[in-house]
């Protein structure tokens, strides 16, 4: 999870939290109180290359979150939106 912007050369840079596999069937889980009026990256990756299907996000909290595809290469931006 980053604050205000993800950097692919730097990737610590930013850097709120990590997690590797501390959920079980070896999925990841954050627990990290979020501000309103600040914009976050979520990035996913997995750990072999060329790996891709379906996976969900599940937020819980107070108020809505807006999620919001991007392509971190900055090329062929993605448009659609997700509101949970």
């Known amino acids: ?3 205000n912007s993800f950097v692919p050369p730097d990737p610590s840079q930013n850097l709120l939290a990590s997690n590797n596999n ?3 069937s070896q999925q990841f889980h954050l627990y990290i109180w979020l501000d309103a009026a600040s914009t976050y990256f979520l990035v996913v990756t997995t750990f072999n290359r ?3 299907g379906p996976f969900s996000i599940n937020v819980t909290g107070l108020a809505p979150v807006t999620f919001s595809p991007m392509n971190a290469s900055g090329e062929n931006p993605i448009h659609s939106r997700t509101r949970l």
Do not use: D, G, P
């Open 22 to 24: 501390s959920a079980s």
């Open 1 to 3: 999870m980053y604050n």
């Open 50 to 52: 060329n790996v891709t």
